[in-house]
């Protein structure tokens, strides 16, 4: 269990629909980042926030967004689904540790587009 | 434009039977290099992060390496717990924040 908890698991919706995906980062973490797994193009980071504020944006749609709230809990909006947006989609906390920088991932929330 | 390649795609090794995994990348700003291995249908486990050419750390069966221009990843005597995918990922300082650009992973089967 790497502390990061993401809810729903899974997600089944219909095209054209929109749906929220949250996530909590670790105890103390103040950085939440969102990426997108698909079978055909891997792991993709879409955005980070660190603190509330927005720090880098990936591969992230005009379709989808993002916010970080004050209890540094994390959303992500997906709206006007298309059935290419079925994908596993994983949130992560960061923190720097004696070693250096470590990531920690969720355990996913799987959208199924139909 | 940057980019992360893992080879072999796959691999299968017999219990015991060592290798290793490679990681390639061509990207600007680079700031640290991470590994993780991934379970099916389950997020990345962090394994290691390396920052320099000529850095070493290991965990258990594996040890990572790093050069200037690509990482291995060493695993010693594998178990059949050892399967999944291993992931390889650069980390970017990309001036404000931070990005990450993963590869598309190694399958490795350890067989009993």
């Known amino acids: 269990d790497s502390g990061v908890t993401q809810t729903p698991k899974h997600l089944i919706t219909a095209t054209g629909q929109r749906v929220t995906l949250r996530c909590s980062p670790r105890s103390g973490d103040l950085s939440v980042y969102w990426y997108q797994q698909s079978l055909d193009q891997g792991l993709q980071f879409l955005i980070q926030y660190y603190n509330g504020e927005e720090r880098a944006k990936g591969n992230i749609l005009e379709r989808f967004s993002a916010q970080q709230f004050p209890d540094l809990h994390s959303e992500l909006n997906l709206s006007s689904l298309e059935l290419g947006d079925s994908a596993l989609y994983f949130c992560?906390?960061?923190?720097?540790?004696?070693?250096?920088?470590?990531?920690?991932f969720g355990p996913g929330t799987r959208l199924t587009v139909l | 434009e940057d980019q992360v390649t893992q080879s072999p795609e796959a691999l299968r090794l017999q219990e015991g039977e060592s290798s290793s995994l490679n990681c390639s990348y061509t990207?600007?700003?680079?700031?640290?290099l991470f590994w993780y291995r991934q379970d099916p249908g389950k997020g990345p486990e962090f394994l290691f992060t390396?920052?320099?050419a000529g850095e070493e750390k290991e965990k258990e069966r594996l040890k990572a390496t790093l050069t200037k221009k690509e990482s291995f990843l060493h695993i010693t005597a594998p178990k059949p717990e050892d399967s999944a995918t291993y992931l390889c990922?650069?980390?970017?300082?990309?001036?404000?924040?931070?990005?990450?650009?993963f590869g598309p992973g190694t399958r490795l089967s350890v067989l009993p």
């Open positions: 990207v600007s700003g680079l700031r640290g």
């Open positions: 992560a906390s960061s923190v720097v540790a004696s070693g250096g920088y470590e990531q920690f």
């Open positions: 990922a650069v980390h970017k300082d990309e001036d404000y924040g931070q990005n990450f650009v």
């Open positions: 390396l920052y320099s």
